[in-house]
């Protein structure tokens, strides 16, 4: 009975590191997903960013171009 008694409580302490080993998991996947869209904005936004520098040394071309 005592050996059946340890086996139980294993098993719990086994149930208990799984659901919280879980738990960790969709934390780690959730802040992953969310690193992702953050990754996802920041490409976009550089893209932006180098059109507009674009933009601006053509602006600086043709106003060199003027003078």
């Given at each position: ?23 960790v ?15 996802k ?27």
């Amino acid at each position: 009975i005592a050996d059946i008694e340890r086996a139980e409580k294993e098993l719990d302490f086994a149930n208990r590191k799984i659901k919280q080993l879980d738990d960790v998991c969709k934390k780690l996947k959730h802040d992953n997903e969310t690193l992702k869209m953050a990754k996802k904005g920041l490409a976009d936004d550089l893209q932006k960013l180098s059109s507009k520098r674009q933009d601006i040394e053509n602006l600086q071309t043709t106003l060199m171009g003027i003078i």
